[in-house]
């Protein structure tokens, strides 16, 4: 624990103008972002007697080490750095709302050649209108349903499309009439984008003017003895009318405005949003946060305008901004939102009449999500609070371990030997401080070998940054864990030379080192150990990752591992296993650490399995690049036959040159010919002008598979 007045900056440094502050802790982490009028003013709070602080703020000052802070000209732009440096640095003292972007919204992707109506997900895309959000995916696709029977808009996927344009047959949705199949050419280009947008109109509220139209067109048809036509537009008309029913109209003066309700207690918050457009509740969402500072209602309602507004502009922004409480002081707030908008934008507290009663409404909602939450943290938090003391207790730590990594080892076959790590914080998992590592310190299957390599590694990288950052004193003359005793020269590999694969749960691999920086304050992954690592395995594996430790002097870490035959816990040099209940709390999360890192370790595993089926000969092909090399086969339409190409015909290909040529007609000579494709449910030999892959074979579904490769059921692990 740190004391602030190791830290305070001295008289006068701190000047009186508007800023954004940042404090760290003794890691160089970024803990708390905050924003002033006069910095000076607000960091005296800080540095006061901590007996008058309020206790999470006492947990903060206590926590941070350093303090730093940027001058700016106006309070907008504190706000907009403020929202920046959040957002890059996730500050563990900040408000944070979660569950966001998890909401699915409706969406038209008027950016492609024929527009598709779909839900969606996540961040949003450039040329996509977007509609919502909605609290549930299936009310969208009940709305979209009844929708497509009057804008029979594209529903399905790129795949699907393509599929009904190759065979010339539409999918279901067009024969029933819910599409109108621009795959199969019954609609032109320009006629379904007109559909799209009449359907996007309707969404955004403009449905007086076309349900008048409709109605306009069937009285008509009546008059005129086309008594199906008119049927049609009458059931056509019924249909819209029921999806505007489920939206029923709750400002009479078609407002656009999105209202904010805040429901709080000392420890948590709830938000609720309802986003009203045309007069009609298009959209719901809801956040909870823990309230980790010493927050007002104003402040909370900030801290959501940041988060719902930072990433929006033009139309995303509404007119209106209905809040229970203004921000302190309320024009800067106000002026940042008309910039995102581009026009006007009010933010009151509603005090009368409609607003005020749907404000209400919004209020109840945020209660109720209050209320549910803490039912399910109540359970939630108990559970794993158990599973963690448990945990301790087997293992005779001295306190719950808090941050947890796990590390397992896949292979098939003793090939594309890699390796995955991840992490649980309290009990939950943190996949964006997930890691792979790819095994290139020796050729073969070793396990035990393998998880010794990997664990130095990650710990190598860990000691590295301690040294960097000063926490290793050397003016006492010993030698830091990263140099051999007596020299000055380093007993291990330095960081740089150490292949680790950054990636959240994803299967990328682009072989650069992310989450790993310099003192600007961004997350840096290695430099912060667990209280906990487990290897997934037996006695073997526990002994080489408590030999790894031991060789880099690191004696502060406990170490266990689970096997999977009887689920057993193995401790270093310990002859017999720690035997947990089969119903305790603390095996069923160790048994999901070791199943999530074995579920990373095998994607990433299969990933490059797959990246080396994939390979041919045009890969050994010095200085060919994925375009050229795509531009040949387009050219020829398969290895073979570009095999049997002259080097005048190569030249033919657009950016290939005469010694390119004569490389690529080289290199295909010496590379032995493709082996046929056969497939194993007729055993007819395939012809190989498409050229998927070379040396590959068709399983009983016609999917190409390599030739010789073992499956799923092989010899993986």
Same mark, same amino acid.
């Given at each position: 624990?740190?004391?602030?007045?190791?830290?305070?900056?001295?008289?006068?440094?701190?000047?009186?103008?508007?800023? &954004?502050?940042?404090?760290?802790?003794?890691?160089?982490?970024?803990?708390?972002?905050?924003?002033?009028?006069?910095?000076?003013?607000?960091?005296?709070?800080?540095?006061?007697?901590?007996?008058?602080?309020?206790?999470?703020?006492?947990?903060?000052?206590?926590?941070?080490?350093?303090?730093?802070?940027?001058?700016?000209?106006?309070?907008?732009?504190?706000?907009?750095?403020?929202?920046?440096?959040?957002?890059?640095?996730?500050?563990?003292?900040?408000?944070?709302?979660?569950?966001?972007?998890?909401?699915?919204?409706?969406?038209?992707?008027?950016?492609?050649?024929?527009?598709?109506?779909?839900?969606?997900?996540?961040?949003?895309?450039?040329?996509?209108?977007?509609?919502?959000?909605?609290?549930?995916?299936?009310?969208?696709?009940?709305?979209?349903?009844?929708?497509?029977?009057?804008?029979?808009?594209?529903?399905?996927?790129?795949?699907?499309?393509?599929?009904?344009?190759?065979?010339?047959?539409?999918?279901?949705?067009?024969?029933?009439?819910?599409?109108?199949?621009?795959?199969?050419?019954?609609?032109?280009?320009?006629?379904?984008?007109?559909?799209?947008?009449?359907?996007?109109?309707?969404?955004?509220?403009?449905?007086?003017?076309?349900?008048?139209?409709?109605?306009?067109?069937?009285?008509?048809?009546?008059?005129?003895?086309?008594?199906?036509?008119?049927?049609?537009?009458?059931?056509?008309?019924?249909?819209?009318?029921?999806?505007?029913?489920?939206?029923?109209?709750?400002?009479?003066?078609?407002?656009?405005?999105?209202?904010?309700?805040?429901?709080?207690?000392?420890?948590?918050?709830?938000?609720?949003?309802?986003?009203?457009?045309?007069?009609? &509740?298009?959209?719901?969402?809801?956040?909870?946060?823990?309230?980790?500072?010493?927050?007002?209602?104003?402040?909370?309602?900030?801290?959501?305008?940041?988060?719902?507004?930072?990433?929006?502009?033009?139309?995303?922004?509404?007119?209106?901004?209905?809040?229970?409480?203004?921000?302190?002081?309320?024009?800067? &707030?106000?002026?940042?939102?008309?910039?995102?908008?581009?026009?006007?934008?009010?933010?009151?507290?509603?005090?009368?009449?409609?607003?005020?009663?749907?404000?209400?409404?919004?209020?109840?909602?945020?209660?109720?999500?209050?209320?549910?939450?803490?039912?399910?943290?109540?359970?939630?938090?108990?559970?794993?609070?158990?599973?963690?003391?448990?945990?301790?207790?087997?293992?005779?730590?001295?306190?719950?371990?808090?941050?947890?990594?796990?590390?397992?080892?896949?292979?098939?076959?003793?090939?594309?030997?890699?390796?995955?790590?991840?992490?649980?914080?309290?009990?939950?998992?943190?996949?964006?401080?997930?890691?792979?590592?790819?095994?290139?310190?020796?050729?073969?299957?070793?396990?035990?070998?393998?998880?010794?390599?990997?664990?130095?590694?990650?710990?190598?990288?860990?000691?590295?940054?301690?040294?960097?950052?000063?926490?290793?004193?050397?003016?006492?003359?010993?030698?830091?864990?990263?140099?051999?005793?007596?020299?000055?020269?380093?007993?291990?590999?330095?960081?740089?030379?150490?292949?680790?694969?950054?990636?959240?749960?994803?299967?990328?691999?682009?072989?650069?080192?992310?989450?790993?920086?310099?003192?600007?304050?961004?997350?840096?992954?290695?430099?912060?150990?667990?209280?906990?690592?487990?290897?997934?395995?037996?006695?073997?594996?526990?002994?080489?990752?408590?030999?790894?430790?031991?060789?880099?002097?690191?004696?502060?870490?406990?170490?266990?591992?689970?096997?999977?035959?009887?689920?057993?816990?193995?401790?270093?040099?310990?002859?017999?296993?720690?035997?947990?209940?089969?119903?305790?709390?603390?095996?069923?999360?160790?048994?999901?650490?070791?199943?999530?890192?074995?579920?990373?370790?095998?994607?990433?595993?299969?990933?490059?399995?797959?990246?080396?089926?994939?390979?041919?000969?045009?890969?050994?092909?010095?200085?060919?690049?994925?375009?050229?090399?795509?531009?040949?086969?387009?050219?020829?339409?398969?290895?073979?036959?570009?095999?049997?190409?002259?080097?005048?015909?190569?030249?033919?290909?657009?950016?290939?040159?005469?010694?390119?040529?004569?490389?690529?007609?080289?290199?295909?000579?010496?590379?032995?010919?493709?082996?046929?494709?056969?497939?194993?449910?007729?055993?007819?030999?395939?012809?190989?002008?498409?050229?998927?892959?070379?040396?590959?074979?068709?399983?009983?579904?016609?999917?190409?598979?390599?030739?010789?490769?073992?499956?799923?059921?092989?010899?993986?692990?």
């Amino acid at each position: 624990m740190a004391d602030p007045s190791s830290y305070r900056p001295k008289p006068g440094q701190i000047p009186d103008s508007p800023g &954004v502050y940042r404090f760290r802790d003794e890691h160089r982490r970024v803990i708390y972002v905050g924003k002033a009028k006069s910095l000076r003013q607000r960091l005296a709070n800080y540095f006061q007697d901590l007996a008058g602080l309020h206790p999470r703020t006492r947990t903060m000052v206590t926590t941070a080490a350093s303090v730093e802070w940027t001058v700016v000209s106006t309070e907008v732009e504190a706000l907009q750095l403020e929202y920046s440096w959040i957002k890059e640095y996730d500050p563990r003292f900040n408000v944070k709302y979660r569950d966001d972007k998890s909401y699915p919204y409706l969406a038209v992707t008027m950016n492609e050649e024929f527009p598709r109506v779909q839900v969606m997900r996540g961040h949003k895309k450039k040329g996509v209108r977007y509609f919502g959000p909605y609290g549930h995916a299936w009310a969208i696709r009940d709305t979209v349903d009844l929708l497509l029977r009057v804008f029979p808009v594209r529903t399905c996927s790129a795949g699907v499309f393509k599929n009904a344009t190759r065979t010339g047959r539409p999918c279901l949705l067009g024969y029933i009439g819910k599409c109108s199949a621009p795959c199969v050419d019954r609609i032109s280009p320009e006629d379904h984008r007109d559909l799209a947008e009449d359907f996007c109109d309707f969404m955004a509220g403009r449905t007086g003017t076309y349900l008048r139209r409709l109605e306009k067109q069937m009285t008509e048809a009546a008059e005129e003895m086309e008594y199906e036509r008119a049927a049609r537009l009458r059931d056509d008309i019924e249909a819209l009318r029921k999806a505007m029913e489920k939206s029923a109209v709750v400002l009479a003066d078609a407002t656009d405005a999105d209202l904010i309700a805040v429901a709080e207690d000392e420890l948590e918050a709830a938000l609720q949003i309802f986003h009203v457009r045309g007069g009609r &509740v298009r959209g719901q969402r809801g956040w909870v946060t823990d309230k980790v500072e010493d927050v007002t209602t104003a402040a909370l309602v900030e801290h959501a305008l940041q988060q719902l507004y930072g990433e929006e502009s033009g139309d995303a922004v509404p007119k209106e901004v209905l809040v229970p409480a203004l921000p302190e002081p309320v024009e800067p &707030v106000q002026e940042w939102l008309t910039g995102r908008r581009g026009s006007n934008v009010s933010l009151r507290i509603p005090q009368r009449g409609d607003k005020k009663a749907l404000m209400e409404t919004v209020q109840r909602n945020a209660q109720q999500a209050l209320a549910l939450h803490k039912t399910k943290r109540a359970s939630d938090l108990t559970t794993r609070s158990r599973a963690l003391e448990e945990i301790a207790d087997a293992l005779d730590l001295d306190s719950a371990p808090l941050r947890i990594e796990c590390y397992d080892i896949s292979h098939l076959q003793g090939d594309d030997v890699v390796a995955s790590m991840v992490v649980f914080e309290d009990g939950l998992v943190r996949k964006g401080e997930y890691r792979r590592f790819q095994i290139k310190g020796f050729a073969g299957q070793d396990d035990v070998r393998s998880m010794h390599e990997v664990i130095t590694r990650r710990f190598r990288r860990y000691l590295a940054e301690k040294e960097r950052t000063g926490e290793w004193p050397e003016e006492d003359g010993t030698a830091s864990p990263l140099t051999a005793p007596g020299t000055a020269t380093p007993a291990v590999t330095p960081p740089a030379a150490t292949t680790l694969v950054a990636a959240p749960d994803g299967d990328a691999d682009d072989g650069r080192v992310n989450g790993f920086k310099d003192d600007d304050g961004r997350p840096r992954k290695f430099a912060y150990p667990p209280q906990l690592v487990v290897v997934d395995g037996g006695q073997p594996q526990v002994a080489a990752a408590k030999r790894a430790l031991d060789e880099l002097g690191i004696d502060d870490i406990a170490v266990c591992g689970l096997a999977k035959r009887l689920e057993e816990v193995w401790l270093p040099e310990d002859d017999d296993p720690v035997v947990l209940p089969r119903s305790s709390e603390g095996l069923y999360l160790l048994q999901r650490v070791r199943d999530e890192a074995h579920r990373f370790a095998i994607s990433y595993q299969r990933t490059k399995r797959a990246k080396r089926f994939r390979s041919g000969p045009l890969d050994d092909v010095p200085g060919l690049g994925e375009t050229r090399k795509q531009a040949l086969i387009k050219h020829f339409g398969s290895v073979k036959k570009l095999r049997s190409a002259t080097i005048e015909q190569i030249q033919e290909v657009p950016g290939i040159g005469r010694k390119t040529a004569e490389t690529i007609a080289a290199a295909l000579a010496q590379a032995a010919p493709a082996a046929p494709a056969v497939n194993t449910a007729t055993g007819e030999i395939m012809d190989d002008s498409e050229d998927e892959a070379p040396g590959t074979t068709a399983d009983a579904s016609g999917e190409p598979v390599a030739a010789g490769a073992p499956d799923d059921r092989g010899q993986e692990r």
